[in-house]
C-alpha cells in the first residue's frame, strides 16, 4: 500500500459511514486552537510542505517543539505534521514513530485521534508489519462503533484485505486459509454493497472470496458490474466468459468474447485463433475467415500449414472457393504430403478450372502419401473428361488406376463402362456412316 494514500484516503468519505447515535458520547472537550505565534509558524512549515520543501517544513517544526509553553493539543499538532513530512521523505518507520507519539498525547479531539489511530494502523501495513495492523484495526473498529462513526467501505475493504493476505500465508486448500477467506468475506460484501461507488480493488477482493468457493452463479453479477464500471479491463472480460461457460452460457461466453475482439482485447495467437473458432462453431465461417485472413497477413497468427488450411476451410464453409485457393496453395507449399494439392483441384473442380485442378491432382498423386489415393486418380479422370473428347483416353487411363484400390472400385468402373459405352458408340456410329457412305457412293444401285 503506497503510504501516500495513508494520509489522504481517511478524508475520502469511504473510512467512516453514516454518523449514528453514539453509544458512549465520550466527555465534550472545547475547541481548540494555537496561540497566534505558534500559529504562524505552524502555517510556514505547512506552505513549505506544499511547496516541496521537506527539510525547510521539518526544520520549523522542530524549532516550534523546542518551545517551553506549548501546550499537549500543539504538540499534537506539530507531531502529526511531522509524521507527513517523514512520510513525504519516504521515510515511513520515523514517520510511524511521529504518528504513535502524536496519538499519545490524546490532546486531539475524539474524531482526529480516531482518525490517528487509523493511520497507525494503515502504516503497519505499508510496513509490513500485518500482524500488528490487523490487531490495531480491529480495536479502531471498536473505537469507531463507540464513538458514533461506525466503520465505513473503505475500512471493511482494508480488513477483509489483512484476512486475505493472512489466507495467502496459509497451506492451500487447508482448514487455516479456509478460515481466513470466512473472516474476509462480510467485510469484502460491506465494502461492495455499501459503498456508492466501489473502488476497482473492493470488487477484486470481494471477487476472490466467490471463486474461492467456486461460487459461480454469485461471482456473475459481480464480474458484470466490474466489466461495466471498467470497460478497459481485459482480464474481467476474459474472467466473465470463463465463467459464463463454466455455467453452460455458452452464448454469453461468445459474446463477450466478441466484445473483446471488437475492442481490441484480443491480440495473442491463442485468443485469436480462439474467436475464429467459435465463429465457426457457431457456424459464422465468413466471420472467422476474416479474422483469420487479417491476423495471419498481420502475423498475430502463426505462419504455420494447419492455419493456412483452417482458413481454407473457412471460405470452402463460405462457399467462396476462390478466396480458398490462396491460403490453401499457401499450406499445401508447406505440407510433407499431397493431400491438400488433392484439396486444391477439387477447388479448381468447383470452380470448373479443369486444367488448373488435373495439374493439382497430379501433383498430388506425385507427391504421394494420400489418405485414399484411388480416390485422388478418380478425381483425375473426372477432370480429364470434362476435358473433352480428347481426353478421353488419360481419363479411361486415370478410371482404370483408380480400380485397382477396393474403396474406389465400383465408383471408377462405372466411369469406365460409360467412357468405353462412349467409345463403343461413337465406332458403331463411325461404322454405320462410313457403310452409309460406301452404299451412296456405289453408282450401280441406281442402274441395275
Known amino acids: ?26 466527555k465534550a472537550r472545547r475547541t481548540q486552537t494555537m496561540t497566534k505565534k505558534v500559529g504562524a509558524e505552524f502555517i510556514k512549515a505547512q506552505e513549505a510542505l ?13 524549532n516550534l517543539l523546542r518551545r517551553e509553553e506549548l501546550r499537549d493539543f500543539e504538540k499534537a499538532q506539530i507531531t502529526r505534521l511531522q509524521a507527513y513530512v517523514w512520510a513525504e521523505k519516504d521515510d515511513y518507520p520515523k514517520a510511524m514513530i511521529y504518528l504513535q507519539r502524536a496519538f499519545s498525547y490524546n490532546a486531539l479531539q475524539p474524531q482526529d485521534q480516531l482518525d490517528l489511530q487509523y493511520q497507525i494502523a494503515q502504516l503497519h501495513l505499508a510496513l509490513d508489519k500485518w500482524k500488528e495492523g490487523e490487531v490495531l484495526l480491529t480495536q479502531w473498529f471498536e473505537d469507531a462503533e463507540a464513538l458514533g462513526s461506525p466503520p465505513g467501505p473503505s475500512a471493511h475493504a482494508l480488513l477483509a484485505q489483512i484476512y486475505l493476505y493472512f489466507a495467502s500465508d496459509e497451506k492451500k486448500d487447508s482448514p487455516e486459509e479456509a478460515q481466513f477467506y470466512r473472516k474476509a468475506e462480510p467485510h469484502a460484501q460491506i465494502a461492495v454493497f455499501r459503498a456508492t461507488e466501489p473502488r476497482e480493488n473492493w470488487y477484486q477482493l470481494y471477487l476472490s472470496v466467490l471463486l474461492f468457493d467456486d461460487r459461480y452463479e454469485e461471482a456473475v453479477p459481480i464480474l458484470e458490474a466490474m466489466v461495466y464500471r ?10 466473465l466468459a470463463a465463467l459464463y461457460a463454466e455455467l453452460k452460457r455458452e452464448n454469453d461466453s461468445f459474446q463477450i468474447q466478441q466484445i473483446m475482439h471488437n475492442k481490441g482485447m484480443l491480440e495473442k495467437h491463442d485468443e485469436l485463433l480462439r474467436i475464429s473458432q467459435l465463429y465457426l462453431y457457431y457456424d459464422i465461417p ?11 497477413e498481420d502475423g498475430r497468427i502463426k505462419d504455420e ?18 478466396k480458398a485457393i490462396p491460403p490453401l496453395q499457401k499450406a499445401a507449399e508447406m505440407s510433407e504430403d499431397g493431400e491438400l494439392f488433392l484439396r486444391l483441384g477439387q477447388t479448381f473442380m468447383q470452380e470448373e478450372e479443369w486444367e488448373n485442378a488435373e495439374n493439382y491432382i497430379k501433383y498430388a498423386i506425385k507427391k504421394g ?20 473428347i480428347e481426353h478421353e483416353k488419360s481419363a479411361l487411363f486415370a478410371f482404370k488406376r483408380s480400380t485397382g484400390y477396393e474403396d474406389m472400385e465400383s465408383d471408377a468402373r462405372r466411369w469406365v463402362r460409360v467412357i468405353e459405352s462412349k467409345q463403343a458408340r461413337r465406332e458403331a456410329d463411325k461404322i454405320a456412316t462410313a457403310a452409309a457412305e460406301a452404299e451412296l457412293a456405289d453408282d450401280s444401285i441406281y442402274f441395275n
Not at 503510504?3 to 453514539?22: C, L, M, P, Q, W
Not at 500449414?305 to 476462390?322: H, M, P, T
Not at 502419401?369 to 473433352?388: F, H, Q, Y
Request: proline content about 6%; aromatic content about 12%.
Open 230 to 239: 471498467f470497460p478497459e479491463k481485459k482480464n474481467y472480460y476474459r474472467q
Open 369 to 388: 502419401d494420400l489418405d485414399n489415393p484411388g480416390r485422388a486418380w478418380l478425381l483425375l479422370g473426372i477432370t480429364r473428361n470434362k476435358k473433352g
Open 50 to 62: 506544499g511547496e516541496d520543501l521537506p527539510d525547510r517544513a521539518l526544520s520549523i517544526l522542530e
Open 1 to 26: 500500500m503506497p503510504v501516500s494514500v495513508v494520509f489522504e484516503n481517511i478524508f475520502d468519505g469511504t473510512v467512516y459511514a453514516a454518523k449514528k447515535e453514539r453509544r458512549k458520547p465520550p
Open 286 to 296: 465468413f466471420k472467422a475467415a476474416v479474422i483469420m485472413e487479417k491476423e495471419l
Open 305 to 322: 500449414e494447419k492455419y493456412w488450411e483452417q482458413l481454407a476451410n473457412a471460405w470452402l464453409s463460405s462457399r467462396e472457393w476462390r
